[in-house]
């Protein structure tokens, strides 16, 4: 069953902690991204990877860090750099005919 | 700068009425746009994928439509139902490798 798998679904973090969420995807896309939803904001994003081994930034990397070290893995670290991580995390790929797909979420909460 | 736009941001519709949601963009350069679904929590379902050669797409009970001149695609919805209540987000892309922009989406209420 080809998809793309986000975890935990629900991440609680403390002051000053670093914070990886999972994504992992088993469609062989070569595209992966993080995007932040925030109320009222629409979809940001944060990271992209068109390839293995390489990633760029997208609009609001500062205080995120990624790796593609495999092509079914994206991971997306929030560290104790960013200021407002409180919201909702989604992964996503993306098709050789250009239509994106998304995960489940990871709904990030600052304690 | 490629500007999505979605109006209005939300809609209530009794079941069983078709609806048209509007998306507006200010470039019409476009590669390709395509449109989501999202239910609360969840995730982005993608609906329909329209490239840019196309002028429409259809699965079911929903066409998209698409005019690169006017900068405007709809998205409608047929005999509507309450299971599609839901967020309707579209979002464009200018090139292949390009990021894609988002709408702010329509929240869509269907009244039993």
């Known amino acids: 069953d080809g998809g793309i798998t986000q975890s935990p679904k629900y991440l609680f973090r403390k002051e000053g902690q670093n914070v990886t969420l999972s994504c992992e995807q088993n469609l062989n896309h070569d595209a992966m991204y993080w995007y932040r939803q925030d109320p009222g904001q629409g979809l940001r994003l944060i990271y992209y990877?068109?390839?293995?081994?390489?990633?760029q930034k997208g609009d609001i990397a500062e205080g995120y860090s990624v790796s593609r070290e495999k092509k079914e893995s994206f991971p997306l670290t929030v560290t104790s750099a960013q200021k407002n991580p409180t919201a909702f995390y989604l992964c996503?790929?993306?098709?050789?005919?250009?239509?994106?797909?998304f995960g489940p979420g990871t709904r990030l909460t600052v304690l | 700068k490629q500007e999505v736009t979605q109006i209005p941001a939300a809609l209530s519709v009794p079941e069983g009425e078709n609806l048209v949601l509007n998306c507006s963009f200010t470039d019409s350069a476009i590669y390709n746009l395509q449109w989501f679904r999202q239910d609360p929590g969840k995730g982005l379902t993608s609906l329909l994928l329209?490239?840019?050669?196309?002028r429409e797409q259809t699965s079911g009970r929903l066409n998209a439509s698409l005019d690169k001149s006017s900068g405007r695609s709809t998205l409608y919805i047929a005999a509507s139902q309450p299971g599609d209540s839901a967020t309707y987000l579209c979002a464009v892309r200018r090139g292949r490798d390009d990021k894609i922009i988002f709408g702010k989406g329509t929240r869509l209420h269907i009244l039993p």
């Open positions: 990877s068109q390839i293995v081994n390489d990633f």
């Open positions: 996503a790929s993306k098709t050789g005919g250009n239509e994106q797909f």
């Open positions: 329209i490239q840019s050669s196309q």
